[in-house]
């Protein structure tokens, strides 16, 4: 259409009256007064047929995803969830269709104390489904480091370096039975098995995009000679990313709870950081959440997290 006529037209009825008319719980009006006004006009506009509909809120959302595009409707589900700039990051990564995977599951994540968390969880879900019915022959490649050559890169062999991985990997327990050979993607493996790493830097590594991960990773060379490769590495990855990405993946990687969670996202950026100063995977603790909650503790005292006094300087 051209002329007046043809100009954007904003709904017939206020997304208030609509949210209220069709009894939608209140993330739906916020997703839609994220839209233009003839996008809203296209999804509020059409009548709506609930009468033996179960789920109102889904009629709503499908049909955003028919007029809205991708990156835009990616815009509202980080905003209505509040998600933190590390699961942003995190999402960037990903394709188009591990983006709209990470929707499928709702728009809004509803009932967590941590939205970040659960989002970071959704998308860990994804790639690893992904590389489990990708064949090694298909499929984009890490080809980063392939074990062939990773071994010449870095010096030794794993055959060799096996006394290098100070932690051995633990037996399967609740914090550690999801871990599986196809969950690891292959430039991860390689290098872990190259420069011997302990075992869990691979559950951090494989936790952050493929660029992150070269970044981290190159140029590691003459590795015979560093005492503690796993604390040069979670060094690197300290400097990379921000203390909002780094936390999601502590609470990831060690399982925590709920209510965990909730006391390290009470704390400021420094104090997050201060709990995991010590070491980002827990080890050699019953109770991670105890543990965690002691740290947090410690800090909230004026304290290192394992409650001794700080020098004056850094109190």
């Not at 990470?102 to 968390?117: D, L, R």
């Not at 990773?150 to 051995?168: E, I, K, L, N, V």
């Not at 005492?227 to 979670?234: A, D, H, I, Q, T």
Request: proline share 6%; glycine share 6%.
């Amino acid at each position: 259409a051209s002329g007046a006529q043809g100009a954007a037209r904003g709904p017939a009825v206020s997304v208030e009256d609509f949210v209220y008319e069709h009894q939608l719980e209140p993330w739906v009006g916020e997703a839609l007064n994220l839209l233009t006004e003839e996008q809203r006009a296209a999804v509020m506009d059409p009548p709506m047929n609930v009468d033996n509909a179960r789920n109102v809120n889904g009629i709503v959302v499908s049909r955003i995803k028919q007029v809205v595009p991708l990156d835009q409707r990616l815009g509202v589900f980080v905003t209505i969830n509040g998600l933190a700039e590390g699961v942003v990051d995190r999402i960037g990564t990903l394709t188009p269709d591990q983006a709209e995977q990470v929707m499928e599951s709702g728009m809004k994540i509803q009932k967590a104390t941590n939205p970040s968390g659960v989002a970071m969880k959704r998308i860990s879900d994804i790639l690893r489904n992904d590389r489990q019915s990708r064949t090694f022959s298909g499929g984009p490649a890490y080809a980063s480091y392939q074990p062939s050559l990773a071994s010449d890169h870095y010096g030794g062999t794993a055959r060799f370096r096996q006394d290098r991985s100070r932690t051995p990997a633990p037996a399967p327990t609740q914090r550690t039975q999801h871990r599986s050979p196809d969950d690891v993607p292959e430039d991860v493996e390689a290098f872990v098995a190259a420069t011997g790493l302990d075992w869990w830097c691979s559950e951090v590594l494989k936790r952050l995009s493929l660029w992150q991960r070269q970044q981290i990773t190159k140029d590691f060379q003459n590795m015979d000679i560093v005492r503690n490769p796993s604390g040069v590495v979670m060094s690197r990855v300290r400097q990379l990313i921000d203390t909002s990405e780094l936390l999601l993946i502590f609470i990831d990687i060690n399982h925590l709870d709920s209510s965990a969670q909730a006391q390290l996202f009470a704390l400021t950026a420094e104090q997050q950081q201060a709990v995991m100063d010590p070491g980002i995977y827990l080890q050699n603790v019953r109770n991670p959440n105890t543990a965690v909650i002691s740290r947090i503790n410690n800090v909230l005292t004026g304290r290192d997290a394992f409650g001794k006094h700080l020098p004056a300087s850094a109190a």
